[in-house]
């Protein structure tokens, strides 16, 4: 272990070697291709909507004006106000994913800057800094979420950002732990007897040691924060409408259950399939790179 | 033990004052101004003046919050902009519903997870296994309130086993409890196949079956108490995640406990409400985390007291 330090700078062995064992595992690969074909209809949604996502069609509703169900015109259906499910849907994975990497990376960040410093620095920064996190876990993400989205004013950066405010905690607590060990560790010990600096030591000899954790529970993190989205705009506090999000197009919908089931279980099979991508890839990246972990979880 | 005891506690006191803080923070954040919002839209501006002395509102923040403490420890959370009505009165009306659906919920998710877990265990690595495992992943990557209107639609408008919402009956529980028990479901299966696994490689289990015990005898009479051990602590830090699925699933099923009080203030930005019911959920996670840690060390001597 001690000679990994010195060549961190090398092309990982451990990487490389993790991604060639990815790619042999079914379930990894299914997410992969979920996730990919996810992001491609983000990047090309104009591209790929056959309606305007907004547009209320006349066509759109029944003689009644009920929405329609799946058909050849309208592959999904369409909603109450005669809009293309399809459509939305499609561009709502736009909203999802920004949200998911955005929110999720802002979580990962201050999450990983909050664990190092505590666990490298210890002492009272470390105590103030790990007692707050604790005093965060306590709180119920989702009411914490909502109250915060409430004194805000909604748009997708606040999304984001109240995301993010709930979610570095898991993180924090995660990387403190394996700084904390690491920054007892001989090889540090040595660095500093040689006088580097900590913002040195933490880039080059910690954070390489990190890398691992941070990419298997970056990966696990954006699955809740997709699904916290999705609660958020559900509940009518998150994305607002006429911006269609997986979880706002249910809340939209949702008094129509009964009658049109597809309004509420296509964008919600979409959901369970980013999240469950995200969860099963993320658990295969953490049997991969962490071996000790292997099947004990 | 008891200095362990006593040192959890204060930790656990000084938590509890740290929400207090942040909730206090957050509400003194609020841009609406409750005077105008109790006064009302039509109100003079020395009305509104009145009422923010009334509350106290003109004065500096620690005060406020000195003021604020003190009532929380009598038990005052405030009163409802809109309803009139202490937020405390509000809350302890409705927590006999919520406390039943968390029972049913942690019922609920033990007899599946566990089932599953250690089914999963047994048949390890199997297709059955494999199988058990993607169920669980599912279940915790199911947003909530889409797995309550699909347990809904299928077993209260399509087959009509169970009402469409509300609260009274055995029946009206089942479903609810199970929206919520899915996703402990999968967090409990996962646990307890790694802690079966765990405890089927012990020595005594091959000395039980080379005793030549039936695999039944020994799964029933060894491996299970023992993988269920380390699980039971589990529950006090369950409640956490129960707290946070509570808004949604009361809401979709109209089960009158302080979830939908919270949904309904959410609608009204009645702030005072949702933090009422913010605070105790975070008192319950606190105790719930507090008996966890005093469980475990009772049920498992092998976890040392830190």
């Known amino acids: 272990m001690v000679s990994k330090a010195s060549k961190a700078k090398a092309p990982n062995p451990r990487i490389t070697a993790g991604l060639k064992d990815l790619f042999r595992r079914p379930r990894a690969l299914l997410a992969a291709g979920v996730l990919l074909m996810m992001v491609f209809a983000a990047v090309a949604a104009p591209l790929i909507m056959p309606y305007d996502p907004n547009a209320q069609m006349f066509e759109g509703l029944s003689l009644e004006g009920a929405p329609l169900p ?39 960040f201050v999450g990983a800057a909050v664990g190092i410093t505590a666990g490298y620095f210890g002492g009272w920064i470390g105590g103030i800094l790990m007692r707050f996190t604790d005093l965060m876990m306590a709180f ?24 993010a405010m709930v979610n570095w905690v898991q993180m924090a607590r995660v990387i403190y732990t394996e700084t904390r ?68 197009i249910i809340f939209e919908n949702q008094t129509y259950f009964a009658t049109a089931p597809w309004l509420v279980f296509l964008p919600g099979l979409a959901i369970l399939l980013l999240a469950l991508s995200f969860n099963l890839l993320g658990d295969a990246l953490r049997d991969t790179l962490d071996p000790r972990l292997k099947g004990r979880h | 033990m008891w200095g362990y005891l006593f040192r959890r506690l204060m930790q656990s006191l000084l938590i509890l004052l740290g929400i207090s803080l942040v909730t206090f923070v957050l509400l003194y954040l609020v841009p609406a101004d409750p005077a105008r919002q109790i006064a009302g839209r039509s109100a003079t501006a020395e009305t509104v003046a009145n009422i923010r002395a009334q509350l106290g509102l003109d004065q500096p923040f620690y005060v406020q919050y000195g003021r604020y403490l003190g009532n929380l420890l009598q038990g005052d959370l405030g009163r409802s902009y809109l309803q009139r009505t202490e937020v405390s009165t509000l809350i302890w009306a409705r927590m006999p519903a919520t406390l039943l659906l968390m029972l049913g ?23 059955i296994d494999q199988s058990l495992m993607v169920f669980s992943f599912v279940t915790i ?21 169970f009402p469409i919402g509300g609260y009274g009956t055995f029946a009206h529980l089942v479903l609810p409890a199970l929206t919520i028990g899915l996703l402990g479901t999968g967090w409990y299966s996962r646990m307890m196949r790694s802690s079966m696994i765990d405890v089927l490689a012990h020595d005594y289990v091959r000395t039980a079956r080379a005793k030549g015990l039936g695999k039944l005898r020994i799964v029933t009479r ?10 039971i602590a ?73």
């Not at chain 1, 954790?213 to 559900?234: H, N, Q």
């Not at chain 2, 409400?273 to 959920?281: A, C, F, K, Y």
Request: glycine share 10%.
């Open chain 1, 70 to 108: 799946p058909s050849a015109q309208f592959w999904l259906g369409t909603d109450l106000l005669g809009r293309d499910l399809f459509s939305r849907l499609v561009l709502g994975t736009r909203t999802s994913l920004i949200i998911g990497v955005v929110a999720n990376g802002i979580a990962v």
């Open chain 1, 140 to 163: 119920p993400a989702l009411l914490l979420a909502i109250v915060l989205a409430a004194i805000f004013k909604p748009s997708l950066l606040i999304v984001a950002l109240v995301i």
């Open chain 1, 181 to 248: 060990a690491l920054a007892q560790r001989e090889f540090i010990e040595v660095q500093r007897a040689m006088g580097s600096g900590p913002l040195r030591i933490i880039g080059r000899h910690i954070l390489p040691h990190l890398v691992y954790s941070i990419i298997v529970f970056g990966t696990l993190g954006i699955s809740t924060t997709v699904l916290l989205e999705a609660t958020l705009s559900y509940l009518g506090v998150g994305v607002q409408p006429p911006t269609p999000s997986w979880g706002n």
């Open chain 2, 105 to 127: 919920a942690i019922v609920a998710e033990l007899v599946m997870g566990l089932t599953i877990g250690a089914v999963a265990a047994l048949k390890r690595n199997t297709p």
């Open chain 2, 141 to 161: 990557s199911a947003p909530q309130f889409v797995v309550g209107i699909l347990l809904l639609y299928v077993f209260a408008v399509r087959l009509g086993w």
């Open chain 2, 222 to 231: 060894h491996v299970v108490p023992n993988a269920i051990l380390p699980i």
């Open chain 2, 234 to 306: 589990m529950i006090g830090i369950d409640i956490g995640m129960f707290m946070s699925g509570i808004v949604v699933v009361e809401s979709v099923f109209g089960w009158p406990g302080i979830g939908q009080l919270a949904w309904q203030a959410i609608q009204r930005v009645d702030i005072p409400i949702i933090m009422g019911v913010t605070l105790i959920s975070a008192c319950f996670i606190v105790l719930g985390n507090l008996l966890a840690d005093i469980i475990a060390p009772l049920v498992d001597p092998r976890i040392k007291l830190k």
